[in-house]
């Protein structure tokens, strides 16, 4: 007689998941999320994320890219997009940032498949489901987690501010100048709001000589 065949179920990994419904341990949202799904844990919650529009992906890139490259070429550490999780251990959660960065000295903690600890600076951008999210939750979790510098970006507004990490472990404003708003962990990055926010932003090489790259 024939062998029966086994058929093996399909994955699922690789779909977008509906909310569970319920709490879940760290362990059964890794299983549970997938590649496609975006959503972060927070302490057994799960916060389902808004698919972002065009703007907002074009954007985020734009960003990504502009640290991308200044931080490769004077040779400073790790950047990671949106899709790539950072988790908070101390404070059970599992993050989703749109730009992060973590220093050479620390890349022990950039692992294949997400950051485990606090990363040196954090960029988000606000979307119309997020607004809560990134400016108070997010900026709570940061401040809690020693991220030493997190930057908002609220297209909604029209407004981009940055917070260093003080001694006091709390978000102190970085204010602005004439070079727009000036990184204090990376010397020599700016950016000015009407870069993010204008109808046509310059091209990345017209910042990147700016910036004397």
Same mark, same amino acid.
């Given at each position: 007689? #024939?062998l029966a065949?086994?058929l093996?179920?399909?994955?699922?990994?690789?779909? =977008?998941q509906?909310h569970?419904?319920?709490?879940m341990?760290e362990?059964?949202?890794?299983d *549970?999320?997938?590649?496609?799904?975006?959503?972060e844990w927070?302490?057994?919650?799960?916060?389902?994320? $808004?698919p972002?529009?065009?703007d %907002?992906? *074009?954007?985020g890139w734009?960003l990504r890219? &502009?640290v991308?490259h200044?931080v490769?070429?004077?040779?400073?550490?790790?950047v990671?997009g949106?899709?790539?999780?950072v988790v908070?251990?101390? &404070?059970?959660?599992r993050?989703? #940032?749109?730009?992060?960065?973590v220093s !050479?000295a620390r890349s022990? =903690?950039?692992?294949?498949? %997400?950051i485990?600890? $606090?990363?040196?600076l954090v960029?988000?951008?606000?979307?119309p489901?997020? =607004?809560?999210?990134? *400016?108070?939750?997010k900026?709570?979790?940061?401040?809690?987690a020693?991220?030493?510098?997190y930057? =908002?970006?609220?297209?909604?507004t029209?407004?981009?501010e !940055?917070y260093?990490?003080?001694?006091?472990?709390k978000f102190r404003?970085i #204010?602005?100048?004439?070079?727009g708003i000036?990184?204090i962990?990376?010397?020599?990055? %700016?950016?000015?709001a009407? *870069?993010l926010f204008? !109808?046509?932003?310059?091209s990345? &090489?017209t910042?990147?000589?700016?910036w004397?790259i």
């Amino acid at each position: 007689m #024939p062998l029966a065949h086994t058929l093996t179920p399909p994955t699922r990994r690789g779909e =977008i998941q509906r909310h569970p419904r319920r709490r879940m341990t760290e362990d059964e949202f890794v299983d *549970w999320i997938g590649e496609k799904t975006r959503a972060e844990w927070i302490d057994g919650e799960i916060i389902m994320m $808004a698919p972002v529009s065009g703007d %907002h992906d *074009w954007l985020g890139w734009w960003l990504r890219s &502009l640290v991308q490259h200044f931080v490769e070429y004077h040779g400073l550490g790790h950047v990671r997009g949106s899709e790539f999780t950072v988790v908070l251990p101390k &404070l059970r959660q599992r993050r989703m #940032p749109d730009v992060s960065f973590v220093s !050479a000295a620390r890349s022990e =903690i950039v692992l294949s498949n %997400h950051i485990d600890g $606090a990363p040196d600076l954090v960029i988000e951008v606000v979307s119309p489901d997020s =607004i809560k999210r990134d *400016w108070q939750d997010k900026f709570n979790s940061y401040q809690r987690a020693k991220v030493r510098e997190y930057w =908002i970006v609220d297209p909604l507004t029209t407004r981009l501010e !940055a917070y260093t990490l003080s001694r006091t472990g709390k978000f102190r404003r970085i #204010p602005e100048s004439d070079d727009g708003i000036s990184s204090i962990v990376l010397p020599g990055f %700016h950016l000015r709001a009407r *870069w993010l926010f204008s !109808a046509a932003r310059p091209s990345l &090489l017209t910042i990147l000589r700016e910036w004397g790259i």
